[in-house]
C-alpha cells in the first residue's frame, strides 16, 4: 500500500500551504542541535545533506532536538534512511519543550507519523499546519519496530519564517505617565481591601 503524499490537490484542509514553505536551515541552531542515544556525534552534519549518518545506539530509537533562532511555522519534515534494512517507522513530533529525555515519549505528542523507507528524500512528511506554528524547537522522537539499529542521513525541514525574535521583550511599565507631573499632596489612594 503506497503513503498517501499530501500536496496541493490532495484535498486535504489540515495540510494546506505546504508549497509555500522554504527550507528552513538557515534557521536552526546548528551548534545547539542534538541527539539522544546516538553512537557517534554526527546529529549536526545530517541536518544537510551530506555522507554522514546518525544510528542509534543501545535500541531503536532516537531523540533529535532541534532549535531555532527565531520562531517558525513547520510545513515539512523529512527523515532520510540510510538503506532499508536500518530504517526507522515512527516518528512523533513535539514542539517548544525544553529539558528533554526519554520519558517525554510518555507525553503526548503534538502529531504521530508512520514513516516509509524514504531513501532518496522524496517522501517528506507534511504536518498539520495549524499544530506547528510558533515554534522555537522542535523534537523528533524517531523509532523502529522492525530494525536494529536505525541509521538516518538526512532530516529536513520546510517550514515558513515568522521573523519574530525568540528573545523576551523588555517592557518598562509606568504608572504615571513622564510627560505628566503629578502632584503627591492631590493623590488619593483607594484601599483594595
Do not use: C, M, W
Given at each position: 500500500m503506497q503513503q498517501h503524499q499530501h500536496g496541493p490537490n490532495c484535498g486535504c484542509a489540515e495540510y494546506m500551504f505546504n508549497e509555500d514553505a522554504d527550507d528552513l536551515y538557515g534557521q536552526i541552531e546548528i551548534d545547539k542541535v542534538d541527539c539522544l542515544n546516538e553512537t557517534a556525534q554526527n546529529i549536526k552534519l545530517?541536518?544537510?545533506?551530506?555522507?554522514?549518518?546518525?544510528?542509534s545506539d543501545l535500541d531503536s530509537e532516537i531523540i533529535v532536538i532541534i532549535p531555532f533562532n527565531e520562531t517558525v511555522r513547520i510545513r515539512q519534515i523529512n527523515v532520510v534512511s540510510l538503506n532499508e534494512e536500518s530504517a526507522p517507522n515512527l516518528m512523533k513530533a513535539y514542539i517548544n519543550i525544553s529539558n528533554v529525555d526519554f520519558g517525554l515519549i510518555e507525553t503526548p505528542c503534538v502529531e504521530q507519523f508512520v514513516l516509509s523507507p524514504n531513501l532518496d528524500g522524496q517522501f517528506g512528511n507534511a504536518v498539520k499546519v495549524s499544530k506547528f506554528e510558533n515554534v522555537n524547537n522542535l523534537i523528533l522522537y524517531i523509532k523502529?519496530?522492525?530494525?536494529?539499529?536505525?541509521?538516518?542521513?538526512?532530516?529536513?525541514?520546510?517550514?515558513?519564517?515568522?521573523?519574530?525574535?525568540?528573545?523576551?521583550?523588555?517592557?518598562?511599565?509606568?504608572?504615571?505617565p513622564l510627560a505628566k507631573q503629578v502632584d503627591p499632596d492631590k493623590v488619593v489612594f483607594d484601599s483594595l481591601c
Open positions: 545530517i541536518i544537510r545533506p551530506e555522507n554522514h549518518f546518525v544510528q523502529s519496530t522492525v530494525n536494529d539499529p536505525i541509521r538516518i542521513s538526512y532530516i529536513g525541514l520546510k517550514g515558513i519564517r515568522t521573523f519574530q525574535s525568540k528573545q523576551l521583550a523588555n517592557t518598562i511599565y509606568e504608572l504615571n
